[in-house]
């Protein structure tokens, strides 16, 4: 098995580089998706979320409510820590499951995982490589106010809650540079794709 670490900050590129990997034939886990996963109705990481936070960030339907605890977190840091120690764990357990899946699977699997806080949840996983989509900060507040609709001062509130883009650099085994078009970013994918080796 290969294993990719793959990572960005909010904005930058990242999801369009793992959708491309996919499709060349990785398996894709998305720690995004086992976030949601880890603090569905009935796990211990919602309970010990509602009994940190309160019953205001539980929405009526015993789903988390992400807006409510979205507002704490964002504002406060030391909540954001707070709610990090609940879920990362959480979320390095069902990752590391994933993963072993994948290698029963196929032993000569390529696996990505694509993980937003590969630096701020200090991931661990034994990567053979640590691959980071990287774009100007600009670039990436034009992405969140145009694409996703924030206003600058949340775009700029989200990207602080991150680590600065030079801390994900130093990690970095390969950079993808995701400033320009589309097509120059899918070509960065697909001749790091042809560096990877099948076997192992």
């Known amino acids: 098995m290969f294993l990719i670490g793959l990572t960005g900050g909010i904005a930058a590129g990242k999801s369009v580089v793992a959708e491309r990997m996919a499709e060349l034939g990785a398996v894709h886990i998305d720690a995004d998706a086992l976030a949601r996963e880890v603090v569905e109705p009935g796990t211990d990481a919602l309970r010990r979320i509602e009994e940190e936070f309160g019953p205001g960030v539980i929405a009526p339907d015993g789903s988390l409510d992400r807006k409510s605890l979205g507002a704490v977190v964002f504002a ?3 909540k954001l820590a707070l709610l990090n120690s609940i879920t990362h764990p959480a979320v390095r357990k069902r990752s590391s ?15 990505v995982y694509d993980v937003p806080l590969l630096v701020e949840a200090a991931v661990d996983h034994p990567f053979d490589i640590v691959v980071v989509v990287s774009a100007t900060e600009e670039n990436r507040i034009r992405r969140l106010t145009e694409l996703r609709g924030m206003s600058r001062v949340e775009a700029l509130r989200r990207m602080a809650s991150q680590a600065p883009e030079s801390e994900r650099l130093a990690i970095a085994d390969v950079v993808i ?17 042809g560096t990877i080796p099948r076997a192992g």
């Not at 589309?182 to 001749?191: F, H, I, M, N, R």
């Open 97 to 111: 499951e994933l993963i072993e899946a994948a290698r029963a699977e196929n032993p000569r699997a390529v696996v």
């Open 177 to 193: 540079d995701a400033n320009g078009s589309l097509e120059e970013t899918l070509g960065q994918v697909d001749a790091f794709w």
């Open 76 to 78: 406060y840091p030391e």
